[in-house]
T-cell receptor, first 115, second 116 residues
Framework: NAGVTQTPKFQVLKTGQSMTLQCAQD?????MYWYRQDPGMGLRLIYY???????DKGEVPNGYNVSRLNKREFSLRLESAAPSQTSVYFC??????????????FGPGTRLTVL | KNQVEQSPQSLIILEGKNCTLQ??????????LRWYKQDTGRGPVSLTI?????NTKSNGRYTATLDADTKQSSLHITASQLSDSASYIC???????????????FGKGTHLIIQP
């Protein structure tokens, strides 16, 4: 099993460009999440999907959109990238929503730089 | 506001020595507490999950303790190895509150360096 995979691993964008970060999991998990991690700060939730067909905003959703394409895939889109979105983005998945007694599995991350 | 505070921010110890990392939280109500290990350039990996009724939980050389009354947890690493060099993140879970939150509050982590 590959677990949680993310593409791309690295990306450099210019201000105003758009891109989509892809995430897929092969563990048949119901819930999926997108986080960003910045130096000196903890992981912050951008969006999550408790189950296929549902999405909810997290702590820092502005400037992002998500799509739960199917049970396996959850994508994050930046419509008009800004330098403030320079960060490392992690996708995660779990059997049920985050606060349940269940382990979250994280992907390897996407390192995004916006110039 | 729910908060998770970790100390120290960073720690350097010699290989073979023991160390203890601290996590204090104000999350209420409380569902469970997790410790993650994050190697440089990688995603976090779960070490332990503990509910309020579990005082101690071990995973190899890692032992987590929880005092739900004082809202404190610690992660003890025994006989440290070079591969223990990583950031250790404490995450506290509250029952689902709706409104877009997944109920998880992440600490900023402790950066641990093991020197040979």
């Amino acid at each position: 099993n590959a677990g949680v995979t993310q593409t791309p691993k690295f990306q450099v964008l210019k201000t105003g460009q758009s891109m989509t970060l892809q995430c897929a999991q092969d563990m048949n998990h119901n819930s999926m999440y997108w986080y960003r991690q910045d130096p000196g700060m903890g992981l912050r939730l951008i969006y999550y999907s408790a189950s296929e067909g549902t999405t909810d905003k997290g702590e820092v959703p502005n400037g992002y959109n998500v799509s739960r394409l199917n049970k396996r895939e959850f994508s994050l889109r930046l419509e008009s990238a800004a330098p403030s979105q320079t960060s490392v983005y992690f996708c995660a998945s779990s059997w049920v929503r985050g606060s349940g007694y269940n382990e979250q599995f994280f992907g390897p991350g996407t390192r995004l730089t916006v110039l | 506001k729910n908060q998770v505070e970790q100390s120290p921010q960073s720690l350097i110890i010699l290989e073979g020595k023991n160390c203890t990392l601290q996590c204090n939280y104000t999350v209420s109500p409380f569902s469970n507490l997790r410790w993650y290990k994050q190697d440089t350039g990688r995603g976090p990996v779960s070490l332990t999950i503990m509910t309020f009724s579990e005082n101690t939980k071990s995973n190899g050389r890692y032992t987590a303790t929880l005092d739900a009354d004082t809202k404190q947890s610690s992660l003890h690493i025994t006989a440290s190895q070079l591969s223990d060099s990583a950031s250790y993140i404490c995450v506290v879970s509250a029952p689902y509150s709706g409104g877009g939150a997944d109920g998880l509050t992440f600490g900023k982590g402790t950066h641990l360096i093991i020197q040979p």
